[in-house]
């Protein structure tokens, strides 16, 4: 297959990471025959200091275009001036809602060569195996008004949140759907006991749950949600939550993997079309060591394969070469190692070992 994928390593370790998956996207169209054409754009910080914004419009009208989108990370310390105009995470939100991917996937699993590796007693990982369907262009990241003025009494912030029952729908049926090919549970995220939107969160993830009568449906207040994440992980199958909430719980279930450097996600929306992007962020402090891990960015390229490109057999090479490395100790500093490997001997490693699961592959064609 022929297919156009854009490249937005953005700041960082960003550029670090994207530049592995990329070989890896490369060896997986050498293997199986296919054709995959880059285009690079800038997003974040880089497109700030070159253009005075964060998501130029020739990105956004690339990403359009594109097949497929690989982002790496935005921001950094010389972009944070609380009283910048600009800043780099704007344009990450604004290319979400450009493209209309208003659900943000992040598979979790607990590897059990990593486990030792993780604050939790092995008892707790077990099993652990979930998905976290984040809504992503809705909520207090989006909602207006937002903004800060002066007030007599001094100053004064204002942020809000706001959903829409289509919002909610959407999103909550996608919840459903992936359920219904994994384990039939949707556990349903909110604070309905204080907030209004929440209130109107549930009553719509309860109309949706009777179009979908062989998935179980379940309700958490997000405080508890968060203490069960840890005591409990290996209960939840699909997680359906706003924007906020999917924000911090998916950065506290990294925890359960093991590092927020091995974690991928996808942000879809209608179409076939959508935005990869490891959950991590520009790690500032490691920028440039080529030291970062890049599993995050690589399995988000099979997430890519997968959802946008249709291919399946090899999202699922890619993986299984993930986790043969990490299973053969190949592993980065972050992972607590004594060896480090470094991004590009990660990369690599899991090169090398797509050979072998992309021949067993064809073997069964
Ligand atoms: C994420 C990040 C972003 C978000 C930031 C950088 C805007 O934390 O992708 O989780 O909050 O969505
Ligand atoms: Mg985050």
Redesign the pocket.
């Known amino acids: 297959m022929n297919a156009n994928i854009v490249l937005l390593p953005g700041d960082g370790i960003g550029p670090e990471v994207v530049g592995e998956a990329r070989r890896v996207l490369d060896a997986v169209a050498e293997r199986f025959g296919h054709r995959f054409n880059y285009t690079e754009h800038l997003l974040g910080g880089c497109a700030i200091d070159a253009h005075g914004t964060a998501l130029p419009e020739s990105t956004l009208a690339a990403c359009r275009a594109a097949d497929a989108v690989l982002l790496g990370a935005?921001?950094g310390p010389k972009w944070d001036d609380p009283q910048a105009k600009v800043r780099p995470?704007q344009g990450?939100?604004a290319i979400r809602a450009g493209l209309g991917l208003y659900a943000n996937v992040r598979p979790v699993k607990a590897i059990p060569s990593l486990a030792a590796l993780s604050p939790l007693k092995p008892e707790r990982l077990k099993g652990v195996d979930f998905v976290v369907i984040r809504e992503l262009t809705g909520g207090l990241?989006f909602g207006q008004p937002k903004g800060r003025e002066q007030t007599p009494q001094g100053e004064r912030a204002v942020d809000t949140l706001v959903y829409t029952d289509g919002e909610i729908r959407r999103i909550v049926r996608l919840a459903f759907q992936l359920a219904q090919k994994r384990r039939k549970l949707v556990t349903s995220i909110d604070k309905a006991n204080v907030l209004e939107s929440s209130r109107l969160w549930r009553k719509v993830a309860i109309e949706v749950g009777k179009e979908f009568p062989d998935v179980k449906l379940e309700h958490q207040l997000v405080d508890s949600a968060a203490m069960r994440l840890v005591t409990h992980a290996a209960n939840f199958d699909v997680i359906v939550t706003e924007n906020m909430f999917g924000?911090i719980l998916?950065d506290e279930a990294a925890v359960l993997a093991g590092s927020l450097g091995l974690l991928p996600s996808a942000s879809l929306g209608e179409g076939k079309r959508g935005l990869y992007?490891p959950?991590h962020?520009s790690a500032p402090d490691i920028a440039g060591k080529g030291i970062a891990n890049p599993i995050g960015t690589i399995l988000s390229a099979a997430m890519l394969l997968r959802h946008s490109l249709g291919l399946e057999r090899e999202a699922h090479a890619v993986e299984a070469a993930v986790s043969a490395a990490i299973d053969d100790g190949q592993l980065t500093a972050d992972l607590g190692t004594q060896r480090p490997l470094t991004t590009a001997q990660m990369g690599a490693a899991v090169r090398e070992r797509l050979g072998r699961e992309a021949a067993v592959a064809r073997n069964f064609d």
């Open positions: 935005v921001g995470e990450l939100l990241y924000d998916t992007e959950i962020g």
